[in-house]
Each structure stands twice: as C-alpha cells, then as structure tokens.
C-alpha cells in the first residue's frame, strides 16, 4: 500500500496536483484522516479493489488558476470603468449640447429685440418725419442710440467667448493705475444700469498692478454686471484691494453651493427658480476665468444664497 501511495502521489504531482495528504486503503482497512479528504474508489472489472484518500484540490486549483482569475478580474474591472465614463461622456456632451441650444435661442432672441427696436424707432423718423417735433425725434434716436449699444454689448460677449478658443491669445500687458481704472469701470456701470447702486471703493492711490487693460475691463466689468443683474431693486458693491490681490462682493441672491463648481463652465447658468426676468448666455464667468489664468493668476468664489457673493483675484 505504500508504494501505492507514493506512485499515487507521483502521478498526482504529475499532473500537476500536490495533495498534502494521500491515503491508499483495502476495501474493509481503516485509515485516520481528517473529515475533508475526498475518496476516490477504485474498480477492477466492477470489483472494489482499494479506496484513495487524497486532500481537496480545491485550494490548489485557485493557487493555479489566480493569474487568470486575477487577470480576469482587472479586465472586468477596466471594462465597467470604461462602461461608465463612457455613459458619463455621452452625459456630459448631452448636457453641453442642450446648454448651447440654451445659449443659441437666447442669443437669437436677444439679437432680434434691440434690432426691431431701433429699426421700428429709424423707420418712424424715416417714414413720418417732423422736424418741428424735436421731443419725438430724440425720443426714438435715443431708443435706438440704447438699442445699439446693448447690441454691441451682445456682440462683445460673442467675439469675448471666440477669441478664448485662440489658446495662444497674448496679453498686451501694461502697468495699470488700479484706483483711476476702477473707477473710470465703475462710473460706465452706474450709467449703464437703472437700479441703485451703491459702490465702495477701497484701493490705495498709488495701486499698480501689471495686466491686459481691455480684457481686465471685462473682466472687472462682468463681475459688476453680474452683481447688479442678481440682486434686487437696491445694490451695494464693495470692490477692494490688499496686497494680494482684488475683491468684488455684493449684497445679491447669491449661488447655491451645489452649483459653485460648474459657474466657470462654458454654457452654464445658474438655476434660479424664482428669477425669470435675468436672461445671459453662459458665458461671462467662463471669459473671466480663461482671462485670469492667461494672466497667471488665480479666481474663486465664496458665496451663501440671500447673502451674496465675493470673487477674489489673486495676482
């Protein structure tokens, strides 16, 4: 029986199995072994001739299979990845798309209002001329004079969003006087709006910092605008300089938290529920943000909804 089980469990390491326990026993013998082992009974000619007792293989086979199964594993594992950034992709070019059909019918719209306008108010003056009626005659030019500016301003925020897909756009820097600049930014706005507005203005006299004059007016002049056109009927903006850098808060409704990390994206509004009469495009933060890093410097934004928001500029 002993040979037995040593040509047994040679021909098992063979085979490529290591049993750590092999048992050979005549029908009828008796061996001790634990209560895990398989038995395996041997015929000849339908005679039972002897049982075999070996240990489960079980363990061993996973020990010869864990590189497939492993490799297996990682497989499946980069396929679901794959599956769900896929899904995330095809999301997230769905949600662009609609943002920018978003953006395309208010433009559209936007365009059209200032165009009828002053083309109605040219058309009156062409059609039915009074040149004793001066009243009526500045009346409709200064319709259309507004028209056209709010039309140019459209125009301005296109060719703004255009010119940031150029990558390698320069900034014709130069040293700006901050105090004269901001408040020639903040004279423009107060006449542009028809609400209250109250400005603070902290800055040193002699504060210089080194930028693009244009773009930085934008820049500074989209934060405005936004704080204007998100508040209510009286607005109170302060804008201040330290030595680090450039603050622009308001008193306005402030940004859900949920949606502070996508303000900067392309075609994104904020949803506000209760607000319908504030149209945009999705695209002035977006400008902002692209300016700021082509000047080096960095943005962010701290804002609680009935409370306001501050966006800082690191220079």
């Known amino acids: 029986m002993s040979k037995m089980e040593e040509a047994f469990r040679r021909d098992l390491n063979f085979s490529g199995y290591y049993p750590e326990e092999v048992y050979i ?28 007792y070996i240990s489960p293989l079980t363990n061993n086979i996973l020990r010869e299979m864990g590189g497939v199964i492993i490799t297996s594993a990682l497989i499946a594992l980069a396929l679901t990845f794959g599956f769900w950034y896929l899904l995330h992709v095809i999301a997230r070019q769905r949600t662009i798309e609609e943002m920018k059909d978003d953006f395309t019918n208010n433009m559209t719209h936007e365009l059209k209002t200032p165009i009828a306008i002053a083309y109605a108010a040219n058309d009156s003056l062409l059609q039915f ?72 203005l ?3 006299e002699d504060a210089v910092v080194e930028a693009d004059p244009t773009h930085f007016s934008n820049v500074i002049g989209n934060l405005i605008d936004n704080s204007i056109k998100y508040s209510g009927d009286s607005v109170k903006i302060a804008i201040k300089l330290d030595s680090t850098g450039l603050s622009v808060s308001d008193n306005g409704i402030g940004i859900p938290e949920k949606s502070l990390p996508d303000i900067w994206s ?12 504030v149209r945009g495009y999705g695209i002035g933060l977006f400008y902002v943000k692209s300016i700021i890093e082509k000047h080096g410097w960095n943005i962010s934004v701290v804002s609680r909804q009935g409370k306001g928001s501050i966006f800082t500029i690191k220079f």
């Open 202 to 204: 902290e800055c040193p």
């Open 266 to 277: 392309k075609f994104y509004r904020v949803p506000h529920g209760n607000r319908t009469d």
């Open 129 to 200: 001329p009074d040149p004793n009626d001066e009243a009526r005659t500045k009346k409709y030019l200064t319709a259309a004079l507004e028209q056209l500016s709010k039309l140019s301003g459209l125009v301005e925020s296109i060719l703004a969003m255009s010119m940031e897909r150029r990558k390698h756009l320069a900034m014709a820097k130069e040293n700006i006087n901050l105090k004269e600049f901001l408040t020639k930014i903040i004279e423009q706005q107060k006449l542009k709006t028809e609400k209250t507005c109250e400005f603070v």
């Open 25 to 52: 026993v005549a029908p009828g013998g008796t061996v001790e072994y634990s209560s895990d082992l398989w038995e395996i009974g041997y015929r000849i000619n339908g005679d039972l001739t002897y049982y075999a």
